[in-house]
């Protein structure tokens, strides 16, 4: 069964680079029909769609987020990352990697990793 697991800095300051790291097992990044997204969720807020990275390589990203994000991945390590830049404290979240095996829904989920915009 496909497992994910996010890891990275907890701890990041404005205007650096957010960088969170997804390792997949159980499956491989490449498997037909994936779509390897990133969501997260502020304090007291819903969850947001940030992006995602297709089996294919190609990356499709929120456009409200558009300019600052980057989805990239190695297929040898089995993992895609997400980048962030110019953070704010509005940046502020729990971030988590989600697989959708390609039905349209969420199928597998990370436990997500709390990250904190601060000075």
């Known amino acids: 069964q496909v497992q994910l697991q996010e890891s990275g800095p907890g701890l990041v300051k404005p205007s650096q680079t957010l960088s969170l790291t997804c390792t997949v097992s159980g499956g491989s990044i490449t498997t037909n029909y994936y779509y390897w997204n990133w969501i997260r969720q502020p304090p007291g807020k819903g969850l947001e769609w940030i992006g995602y990275?297709?089996?294919?390589?190609?990356?499709y990203y929120s456009p409200s987020l558009k300019s600052r994000t980057s989805i990239s991945r190695d297929t040898a390590k089995n993992q895609f990352t997400l980048r962030l830049t110019s953070v704010t404290p509005e940046d502020t979240a729990v971030y988590y990697c989600?697989?959708?095996?390609?039905?349209?829904?969420?199928?597998?989920w990370g436990q997500g990793t709390q990250v904190t915009v601060s000075a």
């Open positions: 989600v697989g959708d095996s390609g039905t349209w829904y969420y199928d597998y």
């Open positions: 990275i297709h089996y294919s390589g190609n990356t």
